[in-house]
């Protein structure tokens, strides 16, 4: 089967009840769509389709008078997307009904293609009534889950209505420019040579936006390792580690590798990349041998250090922890599906073994960089308010750019579409000699 909309269906269906990420729902069903567009359109489906699901799922309810969610959940899908490409990717009308009722043919359900047709048809001729309907509700207008509204609500109370529009903003797509190989200025001179509007970022050095986003491995130097893609607000980890050359570095969770190829890129170091993952592991080495750059990876708990140092202390660490990613919600929308409360409570515990375990490891004069893409205070300014009270020896250091979010505790917190950049939290702590 290539029909896009169906494959799209079946992917939305394995990202909302099978828990699938929407990165990895996509990887599986690309492979079946040969045309570049039909792949482009499948991503933005999926994208949107993840993002408003909660407010057109809900509004299914109000269509349909039987619900379909339970004996034939990807014809459930379906009906959302039909509901997206209408309310949200604006297609016309009669492409997006014919196109979604096809579809159900294409999933082999063609007895339910006038189902499809019926409910798609009386969303156009009853829209208005039930999209006011639904922004009278502020989850349903938000899309955003109950349990995240009210963490905003509490973290953020004059922020809260803004963080939600933002997250629903997809975010410009940025490169960050390969030092070794390339400067940010031709970087953005040579992607402007090929038609791309593409210019430097006002403060960050090393950083490229792109207007529009795009298949960044179709793009020119890619192939060459002159440049990777990270959002802005993950581009200052080498700046706030204060880096040289020569400086024995851990990165403590560092799959993908993004922020161990940024630090290489910039200095010749002694770099250690551990992650508990030996899959995503192999992400880091890969992403290092397309740029060019070496480091030692290890598969390991950074947490159960026992098992990989050699009692070698490290002048910088970074511990990019594990957390509810709540900042990054914009470019992943499936997190607000994914997401509960519980996981917060348990990623702001593991955040706090990760620092007890970790700060051992560092030499004395040293300095650790804290960094999360949260945005919730748990996981962040409370984070280290806590790590600072219970660690005789630790001392923040106030060296965040103030281009950077706002303050928060002892570090910086930038929200979802602050500068352009996505949701990300530092604190740096340098430890007494």
């Not at 290539?2 to 990202?15: G, H, P, S, V, Y």
């Not at 899908?77 to 196109?99: E, F, K, M, R």
């Not at 250090?305 to 002048?315: A, G, I, N």
């Amino acid at each position: 089967m290539n029909d896009a909309r169906a494959l799209a269906a079946q992917a939305l269906d394995r990202i909302v009840r099978g828990g699938v990420s929407l990165r990895s729902a996509f990887a599986e069903v690309a492979p079946h769509l040969a045309d570049a567009r039909d792949r482009a359109f499948v991503s933005a489906l999926l994208h949107d389709g993840a993002r408003w699901w909660l407010r057109y799922d809900a509004m299914l309810g109000r269509l349909l008078q039987k619900p379909l969610r339970g004996r034939e959940p990807v014809v459930h899908a379906l009906l959302v997307l039909g509901l997206v490409q209408l309310a949200v990717l604006a297609l016309p009308d009669y492409a997006a009904v014919a196109g979604t009722v096809e579809a159900a043919r294409a999933l082999k359900r063609p007895q339910l293609a006038g189902l499809v047709n019926a409910v798609l048809r009386r969303f156009l001729r009853e829209r208005s009534a039930l999209e006011a309907a639904a922004d009278a509700d502020r989850l349903l207008t938000s899309a955003h889950p109950a349990w995240l509204v009210q963490q905003l609500s509490h973290d953020w109370p004059d922020e809260v209505d803004a963080i939600l529009a933002a997250n629903n903003a997809p975010g410009a797509l940025v490169l960050r420019a390969n030092r070794r190989r390339a400067t940010a200025a031709a970087l953005a001179a040579r992607l402007l040579a090929a038609g791309h509007a593409a210019s430097e970022h006002a403060w960050l050095p090393d950083a490229v936006v792109l207007e529009q986003s795009t298949d960044v491995t179709a793009l020119p130097g890619y192939a060459s390792g002159d440049f990777s893609v990270q959002d802005g607000a993950a581009q200052l980890a080498p700046d706030l580690l204060d880096l040289r050359d020569g400086l024995r570095v851990l990165d403590a969770c560092a799959a993908p590798g993004g922020k161990a190829a940024h630090c290489l890129e910039r200095h010749t170091l002694d770099l250690l990349a551990l992650d508990r993952d030996p899959q995503r592991l192999m992400q880091v080495r890969d992403n290092l041998a397309r740029l060019g750059l070496s480091a030692q990876t290890v598969a390991g708990d950074a947490t159960a250090s026992v098992d990989w140092w050699d009692r070698r202390p490290f002048d910088r660490i970074l511990l990019d922890a594990p957390c509810s990613a709540t900042g990054v919600i914009r470019r992943q929308p499936d997190i607000r599906l994914h997401r509960r409360a519980g996981d917060v409570t348990r990623a702001a515990a593991e955040q706090a073994q990760l620092l007890d375990a970790l700060w051992p490891l560092l030499r004395p004069g040293g300095r650790l960089v804290y960094a999360t893409c949260s945005i919730l205070a748990l996981e962040n300014a409370q984070q280290m308010d806590a790590f600072l009270a219970r660690t005789s020896g630790a001392r923040a250091v106030d060296a965040i750019p103030s281009q950077f979010g706002r303050a928060a505790g002892v570090g910086r917190q930038n929200l979802p579409g602050g500068g352009g950049m996505d949701g990300f939290f530092y604190a740096i702590v340098e430890k007494e000699i």
